[in-house]
C-alpha cells in the first residue's frame, strides 16, 4: 500500500475559504479519480515559524504505478486549481510513502 502524503501550509487570511474548499471539493474530487481508496487529513500542531496553519492529507493508494497514473493524468488539474484560487498564501509539498506495517 502507498500514501501520498500533501501536507499544505496555508495562510490565515484564506484558512477558512482553503478548508471548506478541501473538504466539500478537493479531497472529494480527488478520490473520484478512482485512484485512492480512501483520504485522512490531520493538522500539524507545531506552528511554523512562517505562520499560517499546516495540515497533512494522507491519499491511500495501491500501487506506485496506480500513483504514477494520477501523476500523469490528474495532478496537473489539481495543482493548477490550487494555484489559481490560493496563490502564494498555499504552500504545498508531497511525499511517497510505502506502509510497512499496520498496528492496531
Given at each position: ?8 501550509n496555508i495562510h490565515e487570511s484564506v484558512h477558512d475559504q482553503w478548508m471548506i474548499w478541501m473538504q466539500h471539493k478537493h479531497i472529494p474530487e480527488i478520490l473520484a ?72
Open positions: 500500500m502507498i500514501l501520498y502524503n500533501v501536507t499544505t479519480t478512482g485512484k485512492f481508496s480512501s483520504a485522512r487529513m490531520v493538522r500539524v500542531l507545531i506552528e511554523e515559524e512562517m505562520g499560517g496553519v499546516t495540515y497533512s492529507v494522507q491519499y491511500t493508494t495501491d500501487s506506485k504505478e496506480t500513483l504514477e497514473k494520477y501523476y500523469q493524468e490528474d495532478a496537473p488539474g489539481f495543482r493548477e486549481e490550487g494555484l489559481k484560487l490560493f496563490g502564494d498564501k498555499m504552500l504545498a509539498f508531497r511525499t511517497e510513502l510505502e506502509l510497512i506495517a499496520d498496528y492496531k
